[in-house]
């Protein structure tokens, strides 16, 4: 087991809880076509302005939410404020583009944040720092605006010393009227030509506001500013092993989707498949990672069948095996052919992930003199086991698999 480098923000609790919800919601729900709709529809703020009119979640049901996250094991969740087109989901005093001025009225981020915390799920907060609606945001390489014919007009008199203070009266209101705020996700800088990173942002000033108003809190890495990184946050992809940064390893959560965008999309058509979402979260932990697996709400303000789906894949797994991936991590030892390793904080279990079911024999290496006890997770049924001069451990296996998508076994270690 790695020991990553100390972070400035309390992190004990997320390497132990491991497996979080993740929450794109915003207007983008309503054309239903991926959350970067109006960057890749080149909208201008006129033609995207139909869905802030017409914005009513009618359906709306955090507490529903909350229970699908807490049955599916997720101890904490972060949830959009503010995406990347400027709206808000809550009642800022900062600009009107708010969900309170929409036909919906009401602040619906702390309706979440009630619903969440309620059920002893831990609640992060997601702020991008990127806003193609605010008129003082200069229009660069990834704005919606970008290849307008007047673009050079459009930006002038744009202050990015404006929008830099807005920010932060954001962030104060984010970080100070909603109570315990246990995470706060920047998303995201893109330095370079015709770009932005952390002058731009002023990094350094929004991350001393978030630890003075939050001392406890997390932040993540995107803000161009790796003294301020306390998480790093591999997107949509699986890393190979614990995440290192410097030669050093860190801290990390991959974030992932169940389909191919964050936002409600409608035709999206490449949702994973109950074995890919476990074999996700196992992957993940036995990398030494958390995993933020996201949903994006509806226009109407619930979750689809697909999403619903997808979280009772994880509710029925982790009932009979959450005990392999809370308070666990990477294993230094050899994992068995096909299979991934998970072991507890004291080193006294370790978890065998079998992702392809072999037939009858499980072999583990240098390890049988360890061994006291085997036993399925699911069941806690015993598995015989023998051990040969080198050490070499032999799980006699039942031909048939567990009706589980990813097995476990469990051993018990000297």
């Avoid at 609790?13 to 979080?20: C, L, M, N, P, Q």
């Avoid at 309503?30 to 080149?42: D, F, I, T, Y």
């Avoid at 914005?55 to 094991?73: C, I, K, S, T, V």
Wanted: aromatic share 12%; net charge negative; hydrophobic share 35%.
């Amino acid at each position: 087991m790695l020991n990553p480098k100390p972070t400035k923000g309390k992190t004990d609790w997320f390497v132990r809880d491991r497996f979080g919800m993740f929450i794109h919601w915003g207007l983008y729900a309503m054309p239903a076509r991926h959350e970067w709709v109006k960057q890749r529809e080149e909208m201008t703020d006129e033609q995207y302005e139909p869905f802030f009119r017409r914005f009513n979640p009618r359906r709306f049901d955090p507490e529903h939410w909350a229970d699908l996250a807490a049955a599916a094991g997720m101890k904490y969740m972060v949830i959009t404020s503010k995406h990347h087109d400027g709206f808000c989901l809550w009642d800022t005093q900062h600009t009107d583009y708010k969900a309170t001025n929409t036909p919906w009225g009401k602040d619906l981020l702390k309706a979440v944040v009630e619903a969440f915390r309620s059920r002893g799920i831990k609640v992060g907060f997601y702020y991008s720092l990127i806003d193609w609606h605010h008129p003082d945001f200069t229009i660069d390489r990834i704005h919606a605006l970008r290849n307008h014919p007047q673009r050079e007009q459009l930006n002038v008199g744009r202050d990015m010393s404006r929008y830099r203070a807005y920010m932060k009266k954001q962030v104060r209101e984010l970080l100070s009227n909603f109570g315990k705020i246990d995470i706060i996700w920047y998303d995201f800088s893109y330095p370079g030509a015709d770009g932005k990173g952390r002058d731009d942002w002023d990094s350094a000033g929004l991350e001393a506001l978030s630890r003075s108003l939050q001392p406890d809190i997390i932040i993540n890495n995107r803000l161009d500013l790796p003294s301020a990184a306390d998480i790093y946050t591999p997107e949509q992809v699986q890393p190979r092993g614990w995440v290192h940064v410097d030669g050093e390893p860190v801290v990390w959560e991959t974030c992932q989707t169940f389909s191919g965008s964050w936002g409600y999309h409608r035709d999206e058509a490449t949702w994973k498949s109950p074995g890919q979402l476990i074999r996700m979260l196992v992957n993940t932990v036995a990398t030494g990672g958390n995993l933020l697996m996201n949903v994006g709400p509806t226009a109407m303000g619930e979750l689809d069948a697909r999403a619903e789906a997808a979280l009772r894949v994880y509710e029925n797994w982790m009932n009979g095996h959450s005990e392999a991936i809370y308070g666990c991590t990477a294993s230094a030892l050899p994992a068995p052919a096909d299979c991934r390793l998970t072991q507890n904080e004291n080193g006294d279990a370790l978890y065998c992930h079998i992702f392809a079911y072999p037939f009858k024999h499980l072999y583990m290496d240098g390890i049988g003199d360890r061994i006291e006890y085997a036993e399925f997770l699911h069941d806690g049924s015993q598995i015989h086991f023998s051990v040969d001069e080198s050490k070499v451990a032999r799980l006699e296996l039942p031909v048939v698999q567990p009706p589980v998508e990813v097995p476990v076994v469990k051993l018990h270690l000297r």
